[in-house]
């Protein structure tokens, strides 16, 4: 029926587009070479954001390949996606996809952030399941056994929960504990604490997570808020096995950020309140001074003016600007850009 590889490239590009929300842009001419171009059907994909990992990638499929071999003998794919890098990942990537046909490199316009490069794998991956797990080995692949057979038990989505973090400082360790503390508090979704996007989805999973459109992303919420059967596997995170950590402080408060915007509106209802607060304490202050008029007393000078008034400007500013974080992320989605554009694939997925 399709002559052209081409043709057919695009016809299954309209199909998914029709099927579900569009959040990123495969070129037309890539779409036979995509992992989804063949559509033919793998045990297992390894979806794998990367971002100037170049000093991990040999390391990660030395010990990850093993695994998918055993797990899925001849039925799985690694589907490395590169995050704009600006070190040899690219070039890494694209040696390894040349030496084996079950190793795909999806290489992204620019630096779209992790969350988005992994929506990317999680779009174009065609495996029953799919394990997402970081290339800085932190997340031992080892794993992948233990996971399958909690799946096989029936469960649609097995999530590491960390028991402890080796080679982090107390810093880092402490922010993370309190950043899923506040989670708990600040969402409306049950969120597991001490967990990251380490876990082993179903097909269900993913094809539903790939109908979510929203652009401002926070993927183990999103997985939380889908439902579906889940279950914990405690585990030990290793320590990082080469370079920096790509998660300091401040990308730490904008991903909680999203995390709280995204699945809850308790910080519309907290600047009420503090609004309300503050105008009572306001309201209080006039009746004082009302009451220090018909007295006969001087209400005493500037100082206490100019407190007042710094204090209910701040709450002011602190309320429009917690308005403001919600209508930014609107103004952004209504614009429907895509979330992320590919710019190069490489490695044909071994057909059926």
């Known amino acids: 029926m399709f002559d052209d590889p081409h043709s057919f490239a695009r016809s299954v590009a309209l199909a998914e587009t029709a099927?579900?929300?569009?959040?990123?842009?495969?070129?037309?001419?890539?779409?036979?070479?995509?992992?989804?171009?063949?559509?033919?059907?793998?045990?297992?994909?390894?979806?794998?954001?990367?971002?100037?990992?170049?000093?991990?990638?040999?390391?990660?499929?030395?010990?990850?390949?093993?695994?998918?071999?055993?797990?899925?003998?001849?039925?799985?794919?690694?589907v490395l996606v590169n995050d704009g890098s600006h070190d040899g990942t690219w070039a890494a990537i694209g040696a390894h996809a040349a030496r084996s046909p079950h190793i795909v490199g999806i290489d992204l316009s620019r630096n779209h952030g992790h969350q988005l490069a992994l929506t990317a794998g999680l779009s174009l991956c065609r495996g029953n399941h799919v394990l997402v797990i970081d290339a800085d080995l932190q997340d031992p692949p080892e794993l992948l056994p233990e996971m399958l057979a909690l799946a096989g038990q029936g469960y649609d989505v097995v999530y590491g929960q960390?028991?402890?973090?080796?080679?982090?400082?107390?810093?880092?360790?402490?922010?993370?504990?309190?950043?899923?503390?506040?989670?708990?508090?600040?969402?409306?979704?049950?969120?597991?604490?001490?967990?990251?996007?380490?876990?082993?989805?179903?097909?269900?999973?993913?094809?539903?997570?790939?109908?979510?459109?929203?652009?401002?992303?926070?993927?183990?919420?999103?997985?939380?808020?889908?439902?579906?059967?889940?279950?914990?596997?405690?585990?030990?995170?290793?320590?990082?096995?080469?370079?920096?950590?790509?998660?300091?402080l401040a990308r730490m408060v904008g991903l909680a950020v999203d995390a709280v915007t995204g699945f809850s509106i308790k910080p519309l209802r907290m600047a009420s309140i503090f609004g309300a607060v503050c105008g009572t304490i306001g309201l209080g202050l006039v009746v004082w001074a009302l009451w220090a008029w018909l007295e006969g007393r001087t209400v005493s000078g500037w100082t206490s003016m100019i407190a007042v008034t710094l204090v209910l400007g701040s709450a002011q500013l602190m309320i429009l600007g917690v308005f403001g974080e919600y209508l930014g992320r609107m103004y952004i989605e209504t614009k429907n850009r895509p979330a992320w554009i590919v710019r190069e694939i490489t490695g044909r997925p071994p057909h059926d």
């Open 162 to 248: 960390r028991i402890d973090r080796e080679g982090e400082t107390w810093f880092k360790k402490s922010s993370a504990s309190l950043f899923y503390r506040l989670l708990e508090r600040l969402i409306d979704i049950p969120i597991p604490r001490d967990t990251g996007d380490f876990r082993l989805m179903s097909r269900a999973v993913v094809d539903a997570f790939n109908r979510m459109p929203e652009r401002h992303r926070f993927v183990r919420g999103m997985v939380s808020w889908l439902g579906f059967r889940q279950v914990a596997l405690p585990y030990v995170r290793e320590a990082r096995f080469a370079g920096e950590t790509h998660y300091p």
């Open 19 to 78: 099927a579900a929300p569009a959040r990123g842009v495969v070129p037309d001419d890539l779409g036979a070479l995509s992992p989804r171009g063949g559509r033919s059907a793998v045990a297992l994909s390894v979806v794998v954001p990367c971002y100037n990992e170049e000093a991990v990638i040999d390391a990660l499929l030395a010990r990850l390949e093993p695994v998918c071999e055993a797990a899925a003998p001849g039925s799985y794919e690694i």
